[in-house]
């Protein structure tokens, strides 16, 4: 038997333990491919390199990765690689060599710690941060084995190809960033990028990507380390540095419950007979019209359901961002199962409440402005010159036409009748004299 084919059983014994079919895994590799924006022909060469990787297991040549855990929950380790649940994302976890990962090592310790500065120093690894940086006290708020996070990081960060940040709280600092954050909790990207300005660094940032949602899915994870492994790139990053095939589209786009937000069908409350119909949960705060994130498509545990599809609106989990100081996804997106306090629009976040103060401002300036000018132009004694009621309407209320529009029809028709009031006695006059004259004349 050759190795590859030594190679193939083991990695087939590896599924085999896993309870996951050959069928299955290339339904996987099917996922994967389409999150990288490849075409479906890209699949066995998919399969392949992560085939390949148990082959390079066994000459001890996987791709190195430390994976640090800040100030977190351990939510993404839990979701990456639980092994109660086993998935295929924790497979391909075995296809990389994970030199320190204080959750997952078997090791602890001096050892452990050993290992991590060993690989630093032969530098090429991927370093994955989970959790918030801590920078409060000087960044005493959060040392491990008796060293500053901060400097953690610095160091571990020196001679990485990249950084991959897992989760929310490591994008732009989660939930220990939220108010009132005494510990200053701060997402990596900036961090680094501040030192970096300020002098601090003595080497060039590696690439960093972020990978947000709270937890991270393992799939987005795995997708990352297929394209590191088959293409030796990473995907295309939008500004925030967030993978574009995974973070480019809202939830709202992919939703199955679009259709009852298009009909205004929405869940009110909780327990009803909107909730039992799946109507949409715009009403009780969904926030995935604004969240950019694929969940509706790779969903969660072996794709079998997610936030919306439970029933839960979406958090917003995947709006952290770490490129906007003092904004954190959880401040912005809190109370979850209400409207938006803020609305983004551009680069700007805007509170709706400060609008409407606004426009509120602007309306009683405006009245108070016209109360002054209805003044100057005598309108509150009485109205303006054109509105006081004319004589002869008051002579002839019974006829009268009301109050007068400036120019138009009506206008001329009331100065026609003041004429006509004007030259009545004259009129009148005429009218006698010439009657006089008729008897006179021979009126028998
Ligand atoms: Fe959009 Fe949320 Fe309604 Fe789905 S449940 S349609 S994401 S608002």
New binding site residues.
Partial sequence: MTTKETCKTRFDELLEQRGVSRRDFLKFCAGIAAMLGLSQAAVPRIAQALEGSVIGKDSGALAPAIWLEFASCTGCTESLASVDTPDLATIVLELISLNYAETLSAGAGHSLELAKEQTIELGGYLLFIEGALMQGWDGDALRIADERATDILKHAASKAVAIICAGSCAVDGGWQAAYPNPGGAIGVQLYLERAAANGELDYELPPIVNVPLCPSNPEHLVAILVDRLLLNRFPELTAENKPVLMFGQ???DN????G??ENGE?VRNFGSVEEAKNF???AVG????Q?RVNC?IVRWNRRGSWC?ESGA??AGCATADPTRVGFNWVEMNTPFLKHLRNINIGGLNINPAFIAYGVAGVVVLALVIHGFGMKATGRTKGGAPFEVERKWDKKHPDKALGPAVAGGVATEVAQAAEVAEETAPQVEAALEENINDTEEGGGN
Avoid: D, E, S
């Avoid at 939703?255 to 679009?258: E, F, G, I, T, V």
């Fill in positions: 809202t939830i709202h939703c199955p419950r679009r009852h937000f929405f949409c949960l715009y969904c926030k995935g019209p969240t509706p919306v609106p979406c």
